[in-house]
């Protein structure tokens, strides 16, 4: 099994209720391993994350391990790879 460095990771903390939301954003949530507020996961920055994110991004907040600054995701915006944040401070 291959190992994923730091820099491959996100940090999803649930940071809303699910009640009121719909079906299909509880079990992305859930899908993320997010079952309370408040409760943050680690997960691989791969594209069928980045969906996921994207659907509940009203619900989360997500930020690259070691920093302190969440990444500002609006409702169906995904999270950017690390390899395009390098390039847009070039």
Do not use: C, F
């Not at 920055?45 to 991004?57: F, K, N, T, Y």
């Not at 609006?74 to 070039?90: A, I, N």
């Amino acid at each position: 099994m291959a190992t994923t460095s730091g820099t491959d990771l996100v940090e999803i903390t649930q940071i809303r209720s699910t009640i009121g939301a719909k079906e299909g954003q509880r079990r992305t949530l859930r899908a993320l391993g997010l079952r309370r507020i408040r409760q943050t996961v680690t997960q691989p920055d791969r594209p069928e994350i980045h969906g996921m994110l994207a659907s509940v991004a009203h619900l989360i907040e997500v930020r690259r391990p070691g920093d302190d600054a969440p990444l500002g995701l609006e409702p169906g915006q995904e999270p950017t790879t690390q390899d395009e944040e390098d390039s847009d401070l070039k």
